[in-house]
């Protein structure tokens, strides 16, 4: 597949006219940052994570994320339930296994919870789906040793074995679905100096997959614009806190001639 930055920019415009409504069970660390960047987007974020209401939300929602960042037995609850009834109700599930390989627990979930519901993207960086693959990939905590690249073969295994479109997100961002594959080289070093970063790609992956249902194209179009938002606010000043604030500017008012000048497609 070839990245088209017309295409790109066709999305964007659909987020932002339709607003869609992202249910997100994510982390405790990055909940506030992920809403703020779907909001920029031009999406509408939910928390949504207790059992009791989870089902009900799904079904008015056009996209669930689940993040496993801060997990514990409640969590997983609401994770089962929401992806469940999104399987049910034919709505896109985008999946972040947060820490998978750093504890045995994290493992155990993760796989239990795909292997129950198959998600339509996971995203998550190299350490993470090596992890997730059964490889025995080394992490550091939620970080990941590897290059994109190394994970690629784990990548080709998970979209095969679950048929998922899964995103291994680095300096090069490999995006895969059975044996397409498309990568991306945008971005900036300094978004590896601002937690969340990665945990908002999938957040955003969630607006997409909302309005764009060939989920290979919709996940690749918003690392697209992960990527170009980020280099954007690290030229405007090179330091972690306004990046922070430069990229949830820069993602409300991206253009269509931002991406097309842009967009660093390496395949």
């Known amino acids: 597949m070839q990245l088209n930055p017309h295409q790109i920019w066709r999305d964007i415009q ?29 999406a509408s974020p939910a928390m949504v994570h207790a059992t009791e209401e989870v089902e009900e939300f799904v079904s008015i929602s056009q996209a669930l994320v689940v993040n496993i960042g801060t997990l514990d037995t409640n969590f997983v609850g609401g994770m089962e339930l929401a992806m469940k009834q999104a399987h049910k109700l034919n ?11 750093a504890t045995s627990y994290r493992n155990k979930i993760s796989t239990q919870l795909i292997q129950a519901t198959p ?51 680095g300096a090069t961002d490999f995006i895969i679905h059975q044996d397409n594959m498309v990568s991306t ?7 590896s100096k601002v937690t969340g970063m990665g945990c908002t790609a999938t957040a955003l992956i969630g607006a997409f997959v909302a309005v764009n249902p060939n989920y290979f194209e919709a996940a690749a179009h918003a690392m697209a614009v992960m990527g170009i938002s980020g280099e954007i606010a690290a030229e405007k000043n090179p330091y972690p806190g306004s990046l922070q604030v ?3 500017d820069t993602l409300h008012k991206l253009t269509g001639d ?10």
């Open 14 to 42: 659909a987020i932002r006219s339709a607003q869609p409504l992202i249910h997100n069970i994510t982390n405790f660390v990055v909940m506030n940052t992920t809403a703020n960047a779907l909001l920029a987007i031009g």
């Open 91 to 101: 709505k896109p599930i985008v999946f972040d296994p947060v820490g998978v390989g």
């Open 119 to 169: 998600p339509s993207v996971i995203r998550g960086n190299a350490s993470e789906i090596m992890a997730l693959a059964g490889l025995d990939a080394q992490t550091k905590g939620v970080d990941s040793i590897y290059g994109s690249e190394s994970a690629l073969n784990a990548a080709y295994f998970l979209s095969k074995k679950y048929n998922s479109t899964v995103v291994i997100s």
């Open 185 to 191: 080289a945008n971005g900036h070093p300094l978004m």
């Open 246 to 248: 430069n990229f949830l």
């Open 258 to 267: 931002d991406i097309l000048y842009r967009l660093q497609v390496t395949s």
